[in-house]
């Protein structure tokens, strides 16, 4: 059995769009990494801002193969990246399905609302359809330790679909396994200063940092 992972998607990308639009490249290798994906297919081209209901009613599906004493995590992009942010916000939810961190992705970031675990905000400097100042402004006003904030340099709002250079995927992975698997090298991946790591690899950052848990 493998701890599972609910994902929301972005505006436009629900329906039959999630599998093309995230499979190969972000939810497939994570999936792979020793994971159970679940991603919501609603909302195929209305913007929902209840999609953090789906999110967390996922992580209470009677799925085979989940490994139920391993906490859970949740993750999504745009629209979904919000609806992870209000998941992270909500005590209830976090407490009963035991949610250890969140990977918001070029997240709609207001309203705002405190996150109760480890969240990881993902920006672009070239992403113009959800401006970089959202999480930025998120990442500053969250208290929880263990956050992230990075922004890649060029790196448009379609960084983490099918047709972008998913340069997110490892770190995606490396956030999960650091606060589900409790995997130190992968926690330095996350907050270390090493080889390899977010802040200090060979992606170009213009603005990278984290506060370690």
């Not at 990308?13 to 499979?23: F, I, K, L, Q, W």
């Not at 992230?148 to 983490?160: D, M, Q, S, W």
């Amino acid at each position: 059995p493998y701890p599972l992972i609910s994902f929301a998607h972005g505006f436009t990308a629900g329906g039959t769009r999630v599998d093309p639009d995230y499979g190969p490249k972000l939810l497939g290798p994570l999936a792979a990494a020793g994971y159970v994906v679940v991603a919501t297919e609603d909302a195929p081209k209305n913007y929902c801002e209840w999609e953090t209901a789906d999110q967390i009613s996922s992580l209470g599906l009677d799925l085979r193969d989940v490994d139920r004493s391993r906490p859970t995590g949740i993750a999504g992009h745009s629209m979904g990246g919000h609806a992870t942010e209000l998941s992270s916000s909500n005590s209830r939810a976090v407490s009963k399905y035991n949610i250890a961190t969140a990977v918001a992705l070029h997240p709609v970031s207001f309203p705002f609302f405190q996150p109760k675990i480890p969240v990881f905000f993902g920006t672009g400097s070239a992403d113009v359809i959800v401006p970089p100042s959202g999480p930025v402004l998120a990442y500053k006003a969250t208290k929880k330790s263990g956050k992230v904030l990075a922004e890649i340099k060029g790196a448009t709002h379609f960084e983490p679909n099918t047709i972008g250079r998913n340069r997110w995927t490892p770190f995606v992975i490396a956030m999960f396994d650091c606060h589900i698997k409790r995997q130190s090298e992968q926690c330095d991946k996350i907050y270390g200063t090493g080889e390899g790591a977010l802040c200090s690899g060979a992606i170009s950052m213009t603005k990278c940092e984290s506060v370690a848990p």
